[in-house]
């Protein structure tokens, strides 16, 4: 199972451009990159995937550099409302079990 | 299309008594899990269905905790009986297929105290 690293919690301001890093050195080949945010008394919410190089949508980028060992989920212009618990999982290479590590606590300031 | 939904969304016992929560996932969804969060932690999976069948329930205290999904759609995770350590939110989320790409979609969870 590959293990995922990232900070406990980070602090930012609004309108600035949050980068969360997620190391996970034994991820397998064919394992895929998810990031999800969780609100407090909701439930976690997909925001991005990808397996290599760089993934953009309307919420997010992820960044995977050649070796995979990392990733980096970047939010552009955050405001209030982005402050929640950011989780960053690792597909195993069974592709059926989902694990969340503890996550990373945004805090964004006015 | 509606979410997933569970219900209750509270409930308080005391310890030794039995509890039962509820997920209906959303329409179509072949695979369910229900997770367990802790306070200050990432949620937990005890329990993966895929359709009515169990793929992965490694992590789920089968001396006190039951679930079971006999239709492929709707499912029930049981506590019986409960501990003070129980006390969690029960997160059930749900998938179209099962594979680690899959996106999950959560429900909006029990919290659970147990007194």
């Known amino acids: 199972l590959a293990k995922t690293t990232q900070p406990i919690s980070m602090d930012s301001y609004e309108g600035q451009e949050v980068n969360i890093t997620c190391s996970h050195n034994?991820?397998?080949?064919?394992?895929?990159i998810t990031w999800y945010q969780q609100f407090p008394s909701q439930g976690p919410r997909f925001i991005i995937q990808?397996?290599?190089t760089k993934v953009t949508n309307e919420v997010a980028s992820l960044f995977i550099p050649a070796d995979r060992k990392s990733s980096t989920l970047s939010l552009p212009r955050v405001s209030l409302s982005d402050t929640a618990v950011y989780y960053c999982?690792?597909?195993?290479?069974?592709?059926?079990?989902?694990?969340f590590g503890a996550g990373t606590r945004l805090f964004v300031k006015a | 299309e509606a979410g997933v939904a569970q219900s209750p969304r509270y409930k308080i016992i005391e310890k030794r008594q039995s509890v039962a929560f509820w997920c209906n996932p959303i329409?179509?969804?072949?695979?369910l899990y229900w997770y367990q969060q802790i306070l200050g932690q990432g949620p937990k999976l005890l329990i993966q269905?895929?359709?009515?069948?169990?793929?992965?329930d490694s992590q789920l205290p089968k001396d006190r905790f039951s679930a079971e999904r006999l239709k492929g759609v709707d499912s029930t995770l049981k506590i019986q009986p409960a501990k003070l350590e129980d006390s969690a939110v029960y997160l059930c989320?749900?998938?179209?297929?099962?594979?680690?790409?899959?996106?999950?979609?959560f429900g909006p969870g029990t919290r659970l105290t147990v007194l």
């Open positions: 989320a749900s998938s179209r297929q099962a594979m680690n790409t899959d996106t999950q979609y």
């Open positions: 034994n991820i397998a080949t064919n394992d895929y």
């Open positions: 990808g397996y290599k």
């Open positions: 999982l690792v597909g195993d290479t069974g592709g059926f079990k989902t694990i």
């Open positions: 329409s179509g969804h072949a695979t």
């Open positions: 269905f895929q359709n009515n069948g169990v793929v992965d």
